[in-house]
Antibody, heavy 128, light 114 residues
């Protein structure tokens, strides 16, 4: 079965760095785009970043652009999020999520979209 | 950027009654080449990650009960729970994935039992 397991969260001081990992299993990791989504305590979901299946394309939310870097190692079935210059407002549970692939519709393969599998999340707390 | 809004912020519905959540996007999420609306709905229960319920605005994910249905096109969408069950108490989010550069979620709607 598909599993996504995040790790690397913890308490960090403002301005410091942290790297999150997401270990994937149960599917062909190298075939799927992957995302990071975060949720501040008591708040809604905020999309953070996406990386294409082969790592060639990466996009970020404006709130993290220039500070966070998403990457993947398809040989290790692992997704990463390098977080630099952390701020108090980055405090959140960070989820990795798989973007659903393609489905057949009218005889054609159409991008399904949506995030069909999520990890349990890892908590990052930025505090002095 | 595509901005997503949801209404109401919260609602309380009696068991067995209908719950309706609205979602609006600031621009159309209808992909003209395949006539698919790139809009998803998620359910999040306390302490759990979100769960995908609906994609293409109206297609139920495998295993999702048929009391959940999605409708709408372009910029206006609705998630309906036809007969609310106790296990449906959760926060529901819509999300657009039309823009592959910036995926955005709505602010969420909390559903409770009246």
């Amino acid at each position: 079965q598909v599993q996504l397991v995040e790790s690397g969260g913890g308490v960090v001081q403002p301005g410091r760095s942290l790297r999150l990992s997401c270990a994937a299993s149960g599917f062909t990791f190298s075939s799927y785009a992957m995302h990071w989504v975060r949720q501040a305590p008591g708040k809604g979901l905020e999309w953070v970043a996406v990386i294409s299946y082969d790592g060639s394309n990466k996009y970020y939310a404006d709130s993290v652009k220039g500070r966070f870097t998403i990457s993947r190692d398809n040989s290790k079935n692992t997704l990463y999020l390098q977080m630099n210059s952390l701020r108090a407002e980055d405090t959140a549970v960070y989820y990795c999520a798989r973007e659903a692939g393609y489905s057949s519709s009218g005889g054609l393969l159409v991008r399904t979209g949506g995030f069909d599998y999520w990890g349990q999340g890892t908590l990052v707390t930025v505090s002095s | 950027d595509i901005v997503m809004t949801q209404s109401p912020d919260s609602l309380a519905v009696s068991l067995g009654e209908r719950a309706t959540i609205n979602c609006k996007s600031s621009q159309s999420v209808l992909y003209s080449s395949n006539n698919k609306n790139y809009l998803a709905w998620y359910q999040q229960k306390p302490g759990q990650p979100p769960k995908l319920l609906i994609y293409w605005a109206s297609t139920r994910e495998s295993g999702v009960p048929d009391r959940f249905s999605g409708s709408g096109s372009g910029t206006d969408f609705t998630l309906t729970i036809s007969s609310l069950q106790a296990e449906d108490v959760a926060v529901y989010y819509c999300q657009q994935y039309y823009s592959t550069l910036l995926f955005t979620f709505g602010p969420g709607t909390k559903v409770d039992i009246k």
